[in-house]
């Protein structure tokens, strides 16, 4: 891994540039191609912004993310990339605006490497849902990286990019950096611009960062957040302050909920374990851990599912190869041209969920569905607060398994989506999580370990999280 | 204000064909025995909101001649863009509703209606389903003669976005242009309160009138800026229960939504008269055969799958924004209408001609202040000019009043100097070019030496220096040719350069001739 | 009731999206078992409780009525499968 403090202590130092540390990464790019984890990569253009912050650094005029090279999610629209969302039908599509955050990333000064593949419209936990194929977990390549922002993931864990975007709509960046044993953190939802993120469940989206450490992720969000008036969802506030409160939670008295033992209980071995490890750790420093009941959590999963594919039936609907995008040929009169492209462009997975997403919205469904799932929502909404009223942040697993093998589960939609268990509920409530590496399971693989806290405290999360990951490395 | 030339025009024209229809209806009946069926009208009218941009984007919302220059990617679909609500479209919604006599909701949502259509860039429309922004108001209506009204509920007025334009003609293929794409609507909800064609005529005029008078909406129905479906059923007279609901799509003229509803009513009628089942289902005008015409069964096999826009947080209306927009808030047609008949003494027609558009009741009421001597007798004299000379010179000329040049002080003192019998209507009106030319009336007459002879000793000269002339033709009369009177009065009038009193002339030509 | 496999065919016709027999057979065993596992939800009593819609509600999200550039007609035609001058062209299948 890549960490932007070493690559800035260097360029100060004088012993590099962050032109040479892109053409390293770009090189490191190239010879990993196998792992899949680009869909396209800006050689050119990366080289030019490097050279940018070279020249800033040297008039020692720095932009907050001078010098850092950050790879971006195929669902973020950039002008100067194709945006396919790892989708057959957006496989020619060149977008004509920028996102938000990639606006913001370019104006303080990052170095944009390339787009990263992912689950096709970030419908998946494990990366097979690529019409570009899978992308492969950097330890071991019959393994999952998890997803659906499995490039953005294994990009920071290969040290391909300082630190990347991703977007986390049930856990898909919190899930694959806790897969790729690196930071993946779930802003509040309306902290980071969703403008330019191409929609999923637009109620539960939101871009996450990728990283290797806590500073890193929390110098790109205070560049990142704040007001865009482009964005209704937008939470009116003012950039985070990450950084200057990193270190506000380092000698706090804390108390952090841990969720009943029924909950945790299926876990695998090997996440159970370093979890177990993990309460040890921070009782022997003094922290208080607290017991706390969340109602509804078998409702998790189905809320989540209920709600995300029905806004997901409706966000995909543009798709339809009138304006842009792939079309399919018409054979005979008969054919529906939008019909037919739907048909070919989308892979099964996104199907799989339009279709669901359809019918819990269909005629007679509304209330027994999406109107009961709205309502559980309000009670996993109610129930965190109530946690917070008593304790600091949650402390929970992210995922019940380390990565696991490709194939596994791919035709078992419902032992895919129980992967995503203790990652829904936030997104259901709006609130922050971070996923932070734990160590290495027995099996080798990393397991990470999850904190959450209430809407709009990013920067209390951060500061613990810095804490914690302090406490598990050492 | 050609087209309200034009309508003061086609309204004697309608009347007319209106008494025509009720022939032709009366015939008819005999046969289906209409007279024992009621019809049930509710109205749906969408209304193009006249703001500078559209409804979720900062795309402007005027004319191009180039199809898609006015698009973004909010407007497009474009993957990944967001809306974000134009604040004047909540402005004017409830000013509409507000005009209606609605309830305004204090905190309102807008839904995803989804349906797939080649001009529909997202896939859904951004409307409001449940709760709506204005709900449970009416609007009083003319009905029959003169001020006779009656109150047409409107169930609710909600906030959506337009469609873009599909061309099917020019082209082997379907031709998209999206500048319309995410202009702002209101679509106003009228309770089923109409029981005739009429009644639905007149209800949209007085939408019309409102959203013009309220500076919304443009009125245009030809050019699609205000639009209107029809949902008619029909009923045995004193029957509880409604018919089948049928809806009428592409009514796009006053005189489309009158017929339409009228065959409408007759075909359902002769329908349930020879046993069918009415099924429910949208129909289209079809303005050249004059039918309804059924719509694809598929079309109206509606699944709209609504639920909350989640891209769009509520709209919360505030007390004190509801005080400020009902401040803002002019006379409405119908009102001013009725006061114009109490406080001017006018005949209804007239009021209803001077407040088709709020500049011109404007424009006479300026008039009306000039005048020097305030009566009824003079507001009408005004109101005569208006209504004959100005408008046939704006309607000539393509303009509106606005554009009209001359000042209402000027149409006053020329109405003064003609109600004072200082000159005749005829030099009146033979002098209105120059008044359009700037000149004041009085300066004109005086220039040209116009101002009318009165003095009866000067006429009766003149009427005595005729008689004399012609005294074979005063013979005959006495014989019996009585209309050579007016032979005598037009001599008369010449001789005095058309200037003299027509009324003392004539008065003295009676004497003398006795 | 419908039976899944109405429902599948039902939906699909909603969602614009066709399947062959062999995934519709997959599609159908899967569908049924989701929905049979998303019923959990109404193990709860949620009557007296508020649907939660938006997390953020602050008012500040609207917008004055005021211009701005829109994209140039080039960039709006951009990505179009097929244009006849500055239109988006589309088979005529799709008229109604």
Known sequence: ?474 | MKGLYATAVLRKFALLCHAKGRIFYEFTSKFTMIENYEAIIGLEVHAQLLTATKAFCRCSTSYSLSPNAHTCPVCLGLPGALPVLNSKVVDYAVKMGLATHCSIREYSVFSRKNYFYADLPKGYQISQYEDPICHHGYIDIEVGEESATKRIGITRIHMEEDSGKSIHDVDIDTLVDLNRSGVPLIEIVSGPDMRTAREAYQYLNQIRQIVMYLGICDGNLEEGSLRCDANISVRKKGATEFGTKIEIKNLNSFRNVEKAIEYEIKRQVEAVESGQILMQETRMWDAGTHQTKSMRSKEFAHDYRYFPEPDLAGVSVSEAMIAQIRQSMPELPLARKQRFVSEYGLPWYDAGILTETQSLGTYFEQCCQSLGEQTKERYKLVSNWIMTEVLRYLSEKGIGIEQFPVSPSHIAELVELFAAELISSKIAKDIFPDVIGGESPKSVVERKGLLQISDESIILAVVEKILAEQFENVAKYREGKKNLFGHFVSSTLKELGGKANPRIVTKLLQERLQ | MENTQQIVERVAELSRLSFSEHEKNIFEVQFGKILHYIQTIENYDLAAVEPLTHIVTNQSSQRDDVPAECLTVDEALANAPKRNETFFKVPKVLQK
């Not at chain 1, 049930?170 to 690196?182: E, L, M, T, W």
């Not at chain 1, 996993?380 to 946690?387: A, K, P, S």
């Not at chain 1, 990470?448 to 810095?466: C, K, P, V, W, Y």
């Open chain 1, 1 to 474: 891994m890549r960490l932007f403090s070493d690559s800035c202590t260097a360029v100060n130092k004088g012993t590099t540039t962050f032109t040479t540390i892109t053409q390293d990464i770009l090189r490191d790019i190239d010879q990993r191609q196998s792992l899949n984890h680009f869909l396209s990569v800006g050689k050119d253009s990366a080289i030019v912004q490097a050279q940018q912050s070279d020249e800033r650094y040297a008039e020692e005029k720095p932009l907050a993310l001078d010098g850092m090279v950050v790879a971006v999610k195929d669902n973020l629209s950039t002008r100067n990339f194709p945006t396919t969302c790892a989708s057959k039908m957006l496989g020619e599509y060149r977008p004509v605006y920028d996102a938000t955050v990639v606006e913001r990333l370019a104006a303080h000064g990052a170095i944009i490497i390339g787009k990263t593949n992912m689950d096709e419209f970030a419908m998946g936990s494990s990366g097979e849902n690529s019409a570009f194929g899978k992308t492969l977990h950097p330890l071991n390549g019959d393994y999952v990286p998890g997803g659906s922002s499995s490039g953005s993931a294994v990009a920071v864990a290969a040290g391909h990019a300082h630190a990347s975007l991703g977007s986390d709509t049930g856990g898909s960046v919190r899930q694959p950096a806790a897969f790729c044993g690196i930071v993946g953190y779930k802003p509040s939802y309306g902290r980071l611009s969703r403008y330019g993120l191409v929609a999923f469940a637009s109620s539960l989206d939101q871009v996450g960062i990728f990283a290797p450490d806590i500073p890193t992720t929390a110098t790109m969000m205070d560049a990142l957040s704040g007001h865009d008036a482009n964005d209704a969802t937008s939470a009116n506030l003012a950039p985070t302050q990450a950084m200057a409160t990193l270190d506000e939670y380092a000698n706090k008295s804390l108390t952090i909920a841990v969720l009943p033992e029924e909950i945790i209980k299926d876990c695998s071995p090997e996440v159970l374990e370093v979890y177990k490890q993990c309460l040890d750790i921070l009782q022997d420093n003094g922290i208080t851990l607290l017991q706390a009941q969340i109602p509804a959590n078998d409702a998790w999963i189905p809320t989540y599912y209920v709600l995300a594919t029905a806004e997901a039936s409706s966000n995909l609907a543009r798709f339809d190869g009138i304006r842009y995008g792939f079309r399919a040929e018409i054979n005979n009169d008969d054919d529906d041209i939008m019909t037919l492209t739907r048909s070919q462009g989308f892979g099964m997975e996104v199907k799989r969920r339009i279709m669901l997403g359809t019918y819990v919205l269909s005629a007679g469904h509304y209330d027994a569905y999406y109107k009961k799932a709205q309502q559980a929502r309000r009670l996993i909404y109610d129930g965190y607060e109530h946690i917070f009223s008593q304790a600091d942040a949650l402390f929970l697993p992210t995922t019940p398994t380390t990565a696991f093998k490709f194939g596994e589960k791919l035709n078992d939609p419902i032992a895919m989506y129980l992967s995503d268990y203790f990652t829904v509920s936030a997104n259901l409530a709006g609130i922050p999580a971070i996923s932070i590496p734990a160590g290495n399971a027995a099996n080798g693989f990393p397991v990470g370990m999850q904190l959450q806290t209430s809407l709009f405290q990013d920067e209390r999360l951060l500061s613990i999280a810095h804490r914690f990951q302090q406490l598990f490395q050492s």
